[in-house]
């Protein structure tokens, strides 16, 4: 499967710990996502990498939430001290940087928090 | 700021219907690229289509068709004889030439349910 990958796929975790999850992208990519998507809505941007720079940093993403991509590969979504509104999918996404924009972005199955 | 409004929350039709699913954008952009997504139960979000704002000609590929025009802000999707598996929530995005990492924002989403 050369698709984006995410894992776990699913985690309940009691309020007030910290939740890692894992976005491995498609292989030649070299820009990579971060969005959230609570139940009914569509999916809301967080924060991209290109290579390992941390670009864009959504408001959204409050300084509970870290997030890394150390060698321009794979990425971490940490989130400390989680909250019941926490609870949400997140979602990783990959695409190609060929320096014009308008590249397509591709999702992974996503991540699916439960904060109790 | 952009904005992607799906007027329609749900849809219900018989299996071989038609259906055709609005949406709206807003731009200030004159360069911007528009995207149907389509997200099974299992959460993944698929890239179907993509379209340039520089091209409105509409195509159709396979039993998928849309229509671009951007005199009215639109970009409408339609499915033609419709199928069981085509049940799913479809997300309408935009993502402007001038945004950093091309970053997408998503309507709502319309929820389709196919009956056999």
């Known amino acids: 499967d050369t698709g984006v990958s995410q894992n776990p796929r699913h985690k309940i975790t009691k309020r007030g710990q910290n939740v890692t999850f894992r976005c491995d992208p498609i292989s030649e990519h070299n820009r990579l996502y971060w969005y959230r998507q609570t139940l009914g809505q569509g999916p809301e941007f967080l924060t991209y990498?290109?290579?390992?720079?941390?670009?864009?940093k959504s408001r959204l993403l409050s300084d509970r939430f870290s997030a890394e991509r150390p060698k321009g590969s794979f990425s971490t979504l940490e989130i400390q001290r989680t909250e019941q509104g926490d609870s949400a999918m997140y979602l990783c996404?990959?695409?190609?940087?060929?320096?014009?924009?308008?590249?397509?972005?591709?999702f992974g199955e996503g991540s699916w928090l439960t904060v109790v | 700021a952009q904005k992607v409004t799906q007027a329609q929350t749900e849809i219900s039709v018989v299996e071989k219907e038609d259906v055709t699913l609005d949406c709206v954008y807003e731009t200030r952009d004159t360069t911007y690229y528009l995207f149907w997504y389509k997200q099974p139960p299992s959460g993944e979000l698929v890239f179907l289509i993509r379209r340039n704002s520089f091209d409105e000609q509409n195509e159709i590929s396979g039993r998928y068709s849309w229509n671009f025009q951007k005199s009215t802000s639109s970009f409408n999707f339609t499915i033609t004889a419709s199928q069981v598996v085509d049940s799913a929530v479809y997300f309408c995005?935009?993502?402007?030439?001038?945004?950093?990492?091309?970053?997408?924002?998503f309507g709502g989403g319309t929820r389709v349910l196919v009956k056999p």
């Open positions: 995005a935009l993502s402007e030439a001038k945004a950093a990492g091309n970053k997408l924002t």
């Open positions: 990498f290109q290579n390992e720079a941390q670009l864009e």
């Open positions: 996404a990959s695409s190609p940087h060929r320096g014009h924009s308008g590249n397509t972005i591709y």
